[in-house]
């Protein structure tokens, strides 16, 4: 293509922006000065397209971009000016390009970071011998005849193609897509980033002769990393509907993941994070690295990809008020699962020591108040937050989405039904955010079960055929507690914000040595974090025997207690059963002890022989550990474990919870108990738990056996 054509379409695109000519030529003299820096300088083209003609409208690409916008210019100091957005009726095939080739490869010089971000359908056409091609679905389609079988999209290929040709070894590409839709008749909460074309729909020429123009004429510079929200062809990219917002499951929690890590965090070692977090909110996709360096030995860092990052933290201060006494403040960084709960009066600081107390939340934005200016440093627009007191609410539901396809009289049933079961709330799925979803089951549509967002049915929760509604709410009652239970234990997620210095390592245990399978420490400790080879969702061979190894880099004891979930289906707690040594009593039965860590200890969970450690039998299961410590004993919730009266041969080192929802709730107020703060926020202690960051840690380990 000829610079003569470039330079229209340029036009066109700042036409659209409502940019002039010389406000774009200004931009870009600052660029040119800007090479003579020693900084690199850092650039970023970010697309998102919700509204397409012929397929139903995504909801959460436009947050997407705006996730990934405020993590690059707060979280890694890029400058908004370097970073250049198309969304909508922008983001046309030509646009694409022409934003690519002026704003990207005009300006990116040796030792640049650039960024390329789309969120957007995928889908696949024929190509040469009907090979199928991935390709990145366009806006072009909104201008074309309804009748039109040709399809302007961007081909994966040029993409791939383009970022080769950067002249920096720092290209990081993220694609918030999918490309295969299966058909399917699952219960389903989550919006589907994939569909399928129509046997007609041929590619437009113009797009294959860009593609072979820039093979011939760009030469392959550098191998970019590509992160892509899926790892297999099979799997679906998926966006979820929260409180206030929709995004990209991926987008999400990757840039949320970003938000806490630190300059030595690899980024495949984020993805095992990432992977959890998504796991988390319902779905099974599994993200991926397309593409990676040449000679790399399997970790690609973020200090490689963004230099210079600035301090971790869960967010950034937008705006100030004119009064100076409120800011506005974006979340992005908390935990998605948190943020849903996260309470009026939690309270967040700045490197300066300014605090700041959240007053309202609208989405991923929200009103704080300054409690505490210091004395030399103003509050400043972009500065990093970070927590100190996280508020939750007490009265906490399950929230259960019925599925569309339900009729209508069962969803009236289905709603007076739920309305009986204690701590449950019902919405109409994909209208409002839900936990997990009641619908019947495909193969035998005359049969009710319980389903997560992504469309899994949950293990033995379906019903006989011919089953009213009313029974299968009862039915599932006993199931949704222990759901419930789960999330409240979620609630206390904190890697990125605990100033408790606590590194936990998941073993396999072997003969000759531990084998770390994935290892976690608080963000403040700036300690690397290392994972097992290759992997990014963490795999252990059935038979496996596991252990955790904790330590206490504090100078003061820490409390420590496991609660879990497998495959969604039964609660699991570590029993540290000790027996009392008293002399002449041979018959005393084991009894539940607090695990204390003393200061600067290493400990292994089981403590017991070297070769033994938690055997993990049954293959297929997904399991997910939140690990939680705390400056204070566990008192309540060893209590209500102590009152499930498990029998001597249920005393195993970890083993099934008989009362998941009672011990989730004393493990909040475990927590609550320990903060010293409450003590100041006594007008909110009697709807709420305090939670006080110094005082708790609480890490997420999901894995699954095979």
Same mark, same amino acid.
């Given at each position: 293509?000829?610079?003569?054509?470039?330079?229209?379409?340029?036009?066109?695109?700042?036409?659209?922006?409502?940019?002039?000519?010389?406000?774009?030529?200004?931009?870009?003299?600052?660029?040119?000065?800007?090479?003579?820096?020693?900084?690199?300088?850092?650039?970023?083209?970010?697309?998102?397209?919700?509204?397409?003609?012929?397929?139903?409208?995504?909801?959460?690409?436009?947050?997407?971009?705006?996730?990934?916008?405020?993590?690059?210019?707060?979280?890694?100091?890029?400058?908004?000016?370097?970073?250049?957005?198309?969304?909508?009726?922008?983001?046309?095939?030509?646009?694409?390009?022409?934003?690519?080739?002026?704003?990207?490869?005009?300006?990116?010089?040796?030792?640049?970071?650039?960024?390329?971000?789309?969120?957007?359908?995928?889908?696949?056409?024929?190509?040469?011998?009907?090979?199928?091609?991935?390709?990145?679905?366009?806006?072009?389609?909104?201008?074309?005849?309804?009748?039109?079988?040709?399809?302007?999209?961007?081909?994966?290929?040029?993409?791939?193609?383009?970022?080769?040709?950067?002249?920096?070894?720092?290209?990081?590409?993220?694609?918030?897509?999918?490309?295969?839709?299966?058909?399917?008749?699952?219960?389903?909460? !989550?919006? +589907?980033?994939? &569909?399928?074309?129509?046997?007609?729909?041929? @590619? #437009?020429?113009? $797009?294959?002769?860009?593609?072979? *123009?820039?093979?011939?004429?760009?030469?392959?510079?550098?191998?970019?990393?590509?992160?892509?929200?899926?790892?297999?062809?099979?799997?679906?990219?998926?966006?979820?509907?929260?409180?206030?917002?929709?995004?990209?499951?991926?987008?999400?929690?990757?840039?949320?993941?970003?938000?806490?890590?630190?300059?030595?965090?690899?980024?495949?070692?984020?993805?095992?994070?990432?992977?959890?977090?998504?796991?988390?909110?319902?779905?099974?996709?599994?993200?991926?690295?397309?593409?990676?360096?040449?000679?790399?030995?399997?970790?690609?860092?973020?200090?490689? !990809?963004? +230099?210079?990052? &600035?301090?971790?933290?869960?967010?950034?201060? @937008? #705006?100030?008020? $004119?009064?100076?006494?409120?800011? *506005?403040?974006?979340?992005?960084?908390?935990?998605?699962?948190?943020?849903?709960?996260?309470?009026?009066?939690?309270?967040?600081?700045?490197?300066?020591?300014?605090?700041?107390?959240?007053?309202?939340?609208?989405?991923?934005?929200?009103?704080?108040?300054?409690?505490?200016?210091?004395?030399?440093?103003?509050?400043?627009?972009?500065?990093?937050?970070?927590?100190?007191?996280?508020?939750?609410?007490?009265?906490?539901?399950?929230?259960?989405?019925?599925?569309?396809?339900?009729?209508?009289?069962?969803?009236?049933?289905?709603?007076?039904?739920?309305?009986?079961?204690?701590?449950?709330?019902?919405?109409?799925?994909?209208?409002?955010? #839900?936990?997990?979803?009641?619908?019947?089951?495909? *193969?035998?549509?005359?049969?009710?079960?319980?389903?997560?967002?992504?469309?899994?049915?949950?293990?033995?929760?379906?019903?006989?055929?011919?089953?009213?509604?009313?029974?299968?709410?009862?039915?599932?009652?006993?199931?949704?507690?222990?759901?419930?239970?789960?999330?409240?234990?979620?609630?206390?997620?904190?890697?990125?914000?605990?100033?408790?210095?606590?590194?936990?390592?998941?073993?396999?245990?072997?003969?000759?040595?531990?084998?770390?399978?994935?290892?976690?420490?608080?963000?403040?400790?700036?300690?690397?974090?290392?994972?097992?080879?290759?992997?990014?969702?963490?795999?252990?061979?059935?038979?496996?025997?596991?252990?955790?190894?904790?330590?206490?880099?504090?100078?003061?004891?820490?409390?420590?207690?496991?609660?879990?979930?497998?495959?969604?289906?039964?609660?699991?707690?570590?029993?540290?059963?000790?027996?009392?040594?008293?002399?002449?009593?041979?018959?005393?039965?084991?009894?539940?002890?607090?695990?204390?860590?003393?200061?600067?200890?290493?400990?292994?969970?089981?403590?017991?022989?070297?070769?033994?450690?938690?055997?993990?039998?049954?293959?297929?299961?997904?399991?997910?550990?939140?690990?939680?410590?705390?400056?204070?004993?566990?008192?309540?919730?060893?209590?209500?474990?102590?009152?499930?009266?498990?029998?001597?041969?249920?005393?195993?080192?970890?083993?099934?919870?008989?009362?998941?929802?009672?011990?989730?709730?004393?493990?909040?107020?475990?927590?609550?108990?320990?903060?010293?703060?409450?003590?100041?926020?006594?007008?909110?202690?009697?709807?709420?738990?305090?939670?006080?960051?110094?005082?708790?840690?609480?890490?997420?380990?999901?894995?699954?056996?095979?």
């Amino acid at each position: 293509m000829k610079r003569r054509t470039f330079v229209q379409r340029i036009g066109s695109i700042l036409a659209v922006l409502g940019i002039t000519e010389t406000e774009w030529l200004t931009m870009g003299n600052r660029y040119y000065q800007a090479l003579a820096q020693p900084t690199p300088r850092k650039l970023a083209l970010l697309i998102g397209i919700n509204q397409y003609r012929r397929s139903s409208s995504l909801s959460g690409c436009l947050t997407d971009v705006e996730l990934q916008k405020e993590l690059l210019v707060h979280r890694f100091g890029f400058q908004p000016s370097d970073i250049l957005t198309l969304t909508e009726e922008q983001a046309s095939r030509e646009f694409i390009e022409a934003a690519f080739l002026e704003h990207l490869v005009k300006q990116a010089k040796s030792g640049d970071v650039v960024v390329f971000h789309f969120s957007g359908y995928g889908t696949q056409l024929p190509g040469e011998s009907d090979i199928l091609q991935n390709a990145l679905v366009t806006t072009d389609e909104n201008q074309a005849p309804p009748d039109s079988h040709i399809a302007n999209y961007l081909l994966e290929d040029t993409l791939l193609q383009l970022l080769r040709s950067l002249p920096t070894d720092h290209v990081t590409a993220v694609l918030d897509t999918s490309y295969s839709l299966k058909s399917t008749t699952q219960p389903t909460g !989550l919006r +589907t980033r994939a &569909r399928q074309e129509s046997a007609e729909t041929q @590619l #437009a020429t113009a $797009e294959l002769d860009f593609l072979k *123009q820039i093979k011939t004429q760009k030469p392959e510079l550098n191998a970019p990393v590509v992160l892509s929200a899926t790892s297999g062809p099979q799997q679906a990219a998926r966006e979820v509907l929260m409180s206030g917002f929709s995004a990209g499951l991926f987008t999400y929690a990757l840039t949320q993941q970003l938000w806490e890590s630190t300059p030595a965090t690899a980024i495949q070692v984020s993805l095992v994070q990432v992977a959890g977090s998504i796991q988390q909110l319902g779905s099974k996709q599994q993200p991926g690295l397309l593409s990676k360096k040449k000679n790399q030995p399997g970790l690609v860092t973020v200090e490689n !990809l963004l +230099t210079d990052s &600035r301090t971790g933290g869960e967010g950034a201060v @937008l #705006a100030i008020e $004119e009064d100076g006494k409120t800011a *506005q403040l974006w979340l992005g960084g908390l935990p998605p699962q948190v943020l849903e709960y996260y309470g009026a009066n939690s309270r967040f600081s700045l490197a300066t020591g300014t605090q700041l107390v959240l007053r309202s939340r609208t989405g991923l934005t929200a009103k704080a108040q300054v409690l505490k200016v210091a004395d030399t440093t103003p509050l400043q627009v972009g500065e990093v937050i970070q927590e100190n007191v996280r508020i939750l609410p007490r009265n906490i539901n399950l929230i259960l989405g019925l599925d569309t396809r339900l009729e209508r009289i069962e969803r009236v049933d289905a709603t007076s039904a739920f309305a009986g079961v204690a701590h449950v709330s019902t919405v109409v799925a994909t209208e409002q955010p #839900a936990d997990y979803l009641f619908g019947k089951l495909p *193969q035998t549509p005359s049969r009710y079960g319980l389903f997560t967002l992504g469309g899994e049915l949950i293990p033995n929760t379906d019903g006989g055929v011919g089953e009213a509604v009313k029974v299968a709410a009862q039915r599932l009652s006993e199931k949704l507690s222990t759901l419930l239970a789960a999330k409240l234990w979620r609630l206390t997620q904190n890697q990125g914000s605990s100033r408790l210095p606590v590194k936990v390592t998941l073993e396999i245990v072997s003969s000759i040595s531990p084998r770390v399978v994935m290892q976690q420490t608080v963000r403040h400790l700036h300690a690397e974090t290392t994972y097992k080879k290759s992997l990014i969702n963490p795999v252990i061979p059935v038979g496996s025997k596991i252990q955790y190894r904790v330590q206490n880099l504090s100078d003061r004891p820490i409390y420590f207690m496991l609660l879990g979930l497998r495959n969604h289906r039964t609660a699991i707690a570590f029993y540290p059963w000790q027996t009392p040594q008293e002399p002449n009593q041979p018959d005393n039965q084991p009894q539940l002890q607090q695990v204390m860590i003393a200061p600067n200890e290493t400990i292994t969970l089981p403590q017991t022989t070297p070769a033994s450690g938690w055997v993990i039998s049954e293959p297929a299961y997904v399991y997910q550990h939140q690990l939680i410590f705390s400056t204070t004993p566990f008192n309540t919730t060893l209590d209500k474990l102590e009152k499930a009266k498990y029998s001597a041969g249920d005393q195993q080192p970890i083993a099934t919870i008989v009362n998941p929802l009672d011990v989730g709730q004393a493990l909040l107020q475990d927590l609550h108990n320990s903060s010293d703060i409450k003590a100041e926020m006594n007008g909110i202690a009697t709807d709420s738990y305090i939670l006080d960051i110094n005082n708790w840690a609480s890490f997420n380990f999901c894995f699954q056996v095979m």
